[in-house]
């Protein structure tokens, strides 16, 4: 069973385009992280969501926690061709906190 | 730079033979841990380490063997390879397990094909 479930798992838009791509889950978490990976290269820590309703923004990167720390939401404004890459989720589980478990991730592909 | 340094970068190995990834830290991060990322599946823990000396299995051990003998490296062994453990390699490290607030550093991955 996937602790974290992404949508959409796959993403193809053109420059310029909104987008915005969801993470979800049953369970309830203290925090929750957003990656990048680009090809051939290891993820890259975006944000951290620690509190429910919390809103961050990174650029034109917009990230939300929902108020029941069940969920997460990445809105990209303006996507430009260097937003491509695999977003991952991640998120430790509350019955047993060894490692951060990661969604499968959303591939986005902008095109110019 | 500091961060996670995975070697090699690529690896092709035959079937039943032996090898150990590489990973070393050099940010005193206290947790380290492997995970695998395969098409569909992506990443699963393998193994993780809280400390030197501390050592645990994650989702996916079977296979593979780890050892913390120092905080800085955290190496990964392929027992006797299968092509089912062909697949890509990451190495994290960590102040904790969460990440908090840094979150985990990852190495840019060993990719390995069992043949």
């Known amino acids: 069973t996937q602790l974290l479930e992404q949508s959409p798992q796959f993403l193809s838009i053109q420059e310029g385009e909104n987008l915005t791509v969801y993470c979800n889950s049953s369970?309830?978490?203290?925090?929750l992280q957003w990656y990048r990976q680009e090809p051939g290269e290891g993820p890259v820590l975006l944000v951290t969501?620690?509190?429910?309703?919390e809103v961050k923004k990174l650029k034109r990167l917009t990230f939300q926690f929902g108020d029941a720390r069940k969920d997460s939401s990445l809105h990209i404004t303006a996507a430009q061709p260097g937003d491509t890459g695999l977003y991952l989720c991640?998120?430790?589980?509350?019955?047993?906190?060894?490692?951060?478990?990661f969604g499968k991730g959303t591939s986005l592909l902008v095109t110019p | 730079n500091a961060g996670v340094t995975q070697t090699p970068k690529f690896q092709v190995l035959k079937t039943g033979q032996s090898m150990t990834l590489q990973c070393a830290q050099d940010?005193?991060?206290?947790?380290m841990s492997w995970y695998r990322q395969d098409p569909g599946m992506g990443l699963r823990l393998i193994h993780y380490?809280?400390?030197?000396?501390?050592?645990d299995q994650g989702e996916v051990p079977n296979g593979y063997n780890v050892s913390r003998s120092t905080t800085e490296d955290f190496p990964l062994r392929l027992l006797s390879a299968a092509p089912s453990q062909t697949s890509v390699y990451f190495c994290?490290?960590?102040?904790?397990?969460?990440?908090?607030?840094?979150?985990?550093?990852f190495g840019s991955g060993t990719r390995l094909t069992v043949v």
């Open positions: 940010m005193n991060h206290e947790y």
């Open positions: 380490s809280v400390g030197a000396g501390i050592t």
């Open positions: 991640a998120a430790l589980p509350s019955n047993s906190g060894y490692a951060l478990n």
């Open positions: 969501v620690v509190t429910g309703g």
């Open positions: 994290a490290s960590s102040y904790s397990s969460g990440g908090g607030g840094y979150g985990y550093t």
């Open positions: 369970s309830v978490f203290s925090s």
